[in-house]
Structures are given as structure tokens and as C-alpha cells.
């Protein structure tokens, strides 16, 4: 069978896991701004990731929906739009593969970091998993964010 026109990597995974998969490494390099994953994971996510960055660059209102869409975190899409893509001055090529020595104990898998080419300056990190789920559960209720302090307060109230 010729292999001409099938683009992509399969990971051994149906279509929605493997969108799936992609979309979780999409998040978690937002989040944390440099993985360690498989080697053919990471060079299948930068070129879907790199679009990503450049309509985040873009910033307008139709890019940003498309960005939290493709993230499919309201508050992880915010995050880059406002704060990661900022701070991106080339043109293009906005991420790494690196390659790691060790390999993967379990199956001796290729291990590689995916990591952003310049450097991201954070003053304030991304919102954790669980502060990021009740913000988007707020965010779908009506309700504004309520931060730590608040809650300790409202606590010592009662």
C-alpha cells in the first residue's frame, strides 16, 4: 500500500483520542510552557501548535475564539492570548523539539521537551488545574471568579 497523502500520526488511537491527546498537550504546554513527552508526540503538536500561537499573536476577537477553542480552556486561551503571545517577537518557529538522552524506562520510547523559543517572563503563573476548572464553572454560571481571600472571609463570617 503507498503511504502518499496520509498525513499525520495515527498513536495507535482513534480520531477523538487522538484529538483528544493532542488537545490535552496543547494545554499543558500553555500551562507550564515546556513538557516532556514522546518524540513523535511533540513533533506531531508543534506544527498545531505553532497556528495556534500565530492567531494568538493576531489577538483580534474572532482569533481569540478560535484559540479557546482549539485549547478548549476559556481561561488557558485568555492566558496566551494576553499573556504568553505578548511576549513572542519572531515571526515563525515559536517552539523547540529537544531530543533526551534517556529514554522512556517502561517501552525505551524517544523522550523530547517541546518547549517556547523565547523566553516567557511570567509574573504571575498560570491559575492551577483546579483554580482553572471553577473559573470556567463560573464563567458558564454567570458568576464572578471568587478569589482565596474572599472565601476565607466569608468563612470567618459565619
Known amino acids: 500500500m503507498h ?20 488537545r490535552g498537550l496543547m494545554r499543558s504546554l500553555v500551562e507550564h510552557q515546556s513538557i516532556v513527552t ?39 486561551g485568555q492566558f496566551l492570548v494576553d499573556k504568553i503571545a505578548p511576549q513572542i517577537k519572531r515571526g515563525s518557529g515559536y517552539l523547540r523539539v529537544i531530543k533526551l538522552e534517556q529514554a522512556r524506562v517502561g517501552d525505551n520510547a524517544p523522550m523530547a521537551r517541546i518547549e517556547f523559543v523565547d523566553d516567557i517572563v511570567l509574573a504571575d503563573q498560570p491559575v492551577t488545574k483546579a483554580e482553572t476548572t471553577e473559573a470556567v464553572k463560573n464563567s ?11 472565601t476565607t472571609d466569608k468563612e470567618e463570617k459565619k
Not at 480520531?15 to 491527546?21: C, P
Not at 498545531?48 to 478548549?72: H, Q
Open 38 to 76: 514522546t518524540l513523535p508526540k511533540a513533533k506531531e503538536l508543534r506544527p498545531k501548535m505553532e497556528k495556534i500561537i500565530s492567531k494568538a499573536r493576531k489577538g483580534d476577537l474572532a482569533n481569540r475564539r478560535r484559540v479557546i477553542a482549539a485549547l478548549d480552556n476559556v481561561v488557558l
Open 3 to 22: 503511504r502518499h497523502g496520509y498525513k499525520g500520526r495515527k498513536f495507535g488511537r482513534e480520531r477523538d483520542q487522538r484529538r483528544a491527546l493532542l
Open 140 to 150: 458558564t454560571t454567570g458568576e464572578k471568579p471568587v478569589s482565596k481571600t474572599e
